[in-house]
């Protein structure tokens, strides 16, 4: 009680001439408590504190959340919407000049109905992001459904979240990221976590991690590299990129041969543990070693530890879920807490950690090729007719679903689509195999980009509109837990930029739309309507009001009316929700990695996070400190390996794969294994390991293989002087 005074009166202390406002950092799925200091004199934001009263990172932020606020005032801010006079310059910086909003929605206006006149509303297309608020993902998906009335919209978390959202609705029928509170994590017995670099990509995390060793539980971690947290886990499964399916069976094989099966809630709760069983007898300590390259003791050592915690917790990122398979190995590691019964209740569970901020809000509320508000599913005319009534449209008026990212890029190389409005994404540096994407940008005939910075994507746009940042605006956003946070605003936008929302309702305003959308005045009544079209989806957040969340430090959805709480639990009654109640445990036959290494491609490829910096880098690369600590990509190389190409510690080499190449300064460590090579992801132009990646799609998610190619090193001939 002392500690929580000290930091109140801390946090109570107000220099002279500012005012703190309360919010949430911008940038990952851990949503950390933040106080922005913000001069009352200027208006302006000119610094951050942490706060400590938000119960899920108490005061605890990283080198990216202490320097977020930089993004804001940042002398790279665009001021002024751009036009590109000089098409032959698209795909650089070049060519544009600055133009009044007039001229620039007059000119978007134009070509927008133009193209739409000459090739049908779907030539037009909208890709969008997750680092905006619910309200902003929303809205999105209406106008580009009810604005352009086009089918064809996805958004980046089809590079980041769908493995893991096509896992939870495949095995739970419904997708919220964690299926416990965060505040449980420290109080279980065992933490079994797979594919996640948590020290450097969720670091706020690690001090509830340490708390389960601490108190005399156990740590497992899956994960080819020795990253921090692999360092000291009890058990590291060093296992080669993309094999973590074969692993979770093993895994599950053990524990029912073990005896670690609940056969109560497995009978009553769940569906497909026989036929599950049965497919992963084969996978032995000894088959799973074949293939993963893991040891049989440590596998039998992990099966143990998990099986016999009374509480445990599985969770995974990216790692597992960026492959071709991303869905099956989700789905597959859920298989582990319904066989033993650790779900549905504290302490015990499935959860994911999230990548971007709002990339459990984003998409669940309608910018998914498929989806609508509340998780509903656009294929369900049920769910058509519920959310036409909210937007004023008739059902036929609906699109149809639409394609995944990747594959909207496939059709605008095929001249389908045409037209491009993009915003929060920069799929230029963040897409798998760039030399297509880029390509397919180069080739549109016409391109729109929205931010607040001139991106690597922006450099491809023939209109550049500004936008703001998340401290310009207010709205919600859901953190990785499924907690519905609230956003506020702490300065006015700069220059003449101005919100996504607000863009999108001037825009539909002047294709002819506006009788849908010009009754938005403020992001509190996109919040209105937004609460209302996702009420009685899955994903109901009708009951969330802004009141609600700062009242109780955030809502847990499904939250349905004014008297629920939320649900921070999920499956407390042993409820799923498929149609009869239970759970599908699935039976998942092994699948190895869409390119498995050869005579000519020995080497496996993955890519990660560093801690400095966040998914394309187009807002920390420009924060001095995070740039200094971080300036340019590397690739990580075992000593074995480095010797066998007579390569040095911070040499050049060229990395290749079947798709590209490009050229990295050598980290040699033994944190990695011998066969494979890692670079971090959040650089632009040449020094993109994107220009490598593998664009195979999972048939379920459509994500991409980010993690797992053949690759091969060249050594770089020694320039004579």
């Known amino acids: ?35 922005l200091r913000v001069n009352t004199q200027t208006n302006k934001i000119i610094g951050v504190e942490p706060r400590y009263d938000w119960p899920v ?60 006149e000459n090739h049908g509303k779907d030539s037009l297309s909208v890709f969008s992001g997750v680092s905006m608020t619910n309200e902003k993902c929303y809205l999105t998906g209406k106008f580009a459904r009810v604005g352009l009335q086009t089918r064809y919209i996805d958004y980046n978390g089809r590079f980041c979240m769908a493995s893991a959202a096509g896992g939870f609705m495949r095995s739970f029928g419904v997708d919220r990221g964690s299926t416990v509170p965060w505040t449980d994590l420290h109080e279980t017995d065992c933490l079994f976590i797979a594919g996640s670099n948590t020290a450097e990509c969720h670091p706020t995390s690690m001090f509830r991690v340490w708390a389960v060793q601490e ?64 497919l992963v007898k084969q996978f032995t300590p000894e088959y799973t070693s074949e293939i993963t390259g ?10 143990e530890i998990y099986g016999k915690a009374p509480n445990a917790i599985v969770m995974f990122a990216r790692g597992i879920e960026q492959q071709h398979k991303g869905v099956d190995n989700v789905s597959a590691y859920v298989n582990m ?18 990548g971007q901020g709002n990339g459990q809000g984003g998409r669940e509320h309608g910018q998914k090729a498929d989806a609508l508000p509340g998780y509903r599913k656009i294929t369900n005319p049920k769910h058509v007719e519920e959310v036409s009534k909210v937007w004023g449209i008739k059902p036929e008026e609906m699109p149809q679903a639409g394609v995944s990212a990747y594959e909207m890029f496939e059709l605008m190389d095929q001249k389908t689509i045409r037209g491009l409005y993009l915003l929060c994404s920069n799929p230029a540096v963040s897409a798998p195999n760039l030399n297509f994407v880029r390509k397919a940008l180069k080739g549109l005939d016409f391109m729109v980009c929205v931010d607040f910075y001139l991106s690597e994507s922006a450099e491809f746009a023939d209109v550049v509109l500004p936008t703001t ?36 309702v001037e825009l539909a305003e002047r294709l002819g739309r506006g009788k849908y959308f010009s ?41 349905r009316d004014e008297n629920d709480k939320g649900t921070p639990h999920m499956f407390l009654d042993k409820k799923f ?90 980290k040699i460590t033994e944190a990695i294994r011998k066969d494979t090579v890692f670079v971090p992801y959040h650089f632009g132009h040449d020094q993109s390991i994107n220009l490598l990646t593998n664009a195979a799609l999972d048939p379920m998610s459509r994500m991409p293989e980010f993690k797992a190619c053949a690759a091969e090193i060249q050594k770089l001939e020694t320039k004579k002087v």
């Open 337 to 354: 807490a319904l066989v033993t019964g650790k779900i549905g209740r504290p302490k015990s569970g499935v959860a994911t950690f999230t």
């Open 469 to 504: 940042t998340w401290s310009e605006d207010e709205g919600t956003v859901t953190n990785l837990e499924g907690r519905i946070i609230k956003i506020n605003k702490a300065q006015e936008p700069i220059g003449e930029s101005k919100t996504d929302w607000q863009i999108q």
């Open 57 to 116: 990172t108490v005061g605890k932020m990283c080198p990216k959340g202490v320097t977020a606020y930089q993004q804001t005032n940042h002398t790279d801010r665009l001021l002024k919407p751009l036009i590109r006079d000089d098409a032959s310059l698209k795909g650089t910086k070049e060519g544009f000049r600055e133009a009044s909003w007039e001229e620039a929605y007059d000119l978007i206006v134009k070509k927008f109905e133009g193209l739409q």
């Open 294 to 303: 893991v040891a049989p003791e440590k596998i039998i050592k992990a099966a």
């Open 215 to 278: 108190r005399g539980g156990y740590l497992i971690v899956a994960d080819p590299r020795e990253t921090p947290i692999a360092r000291r886990a009890d058990v590291h499964l060093d296992l080669r990129p993309g094999t973590d399916l074969a692993l979770a069976n093993g895994i599950l094989n053990l524990l029912i041969q073990n005896g670690a099966a609940d056969e109560d809630f497995v009978n009553h709760h769940t569906n497909g543990f026989e036929e599950t069983k049965e």
């Open 519 to 559: 009754h938005l005045k403020t992001a509190r009544d996109v919040a209105d309507e937004f609460r209302l079209a996702s009420k009685g989806g899955y994903a109901d957040y009708f009951g969330a009001t802004w009141e609600k969340i700062d009242a109780q430090d955030g809502v847990f959805w499904p939250c």
């Open 577 to 666: 929700y498929h149609d009869d109640g239970k759970a599908k445990i699935c039976a998942l036959p092994y699948r190895p990695p869409a390119e498995e290494p050869d005579e000519k491609y020995p080497l496996r490829l993955t890519t990660g996070r560093v801690v400095y910096h966040y998914l394309s880098g187009n807002q920390t690369r420009r924060i001095q400190f995070l740039r200094d600590m971080c300036p340019d990509p590397y690739v990580e190389i075992h000593p074995e390996t480095a010797a066998k190409y007579n390569i040095e510690h911070e040499e050049n080499i060229r990395l290749f794969t079947r798709r590209g190449e490009a050229e990295y300064k050598v």
């Open 1 to 35: 009680m002392q500690r929580d005074k000290f930091f109140k009166e801390i946090e109570n202390l107000n220099h002279p001439n500012e005012k703190l406002i309360k919010t949430h950092c911008s940038y990952c799925g851990m949503q950390c408590g933040m106080n």
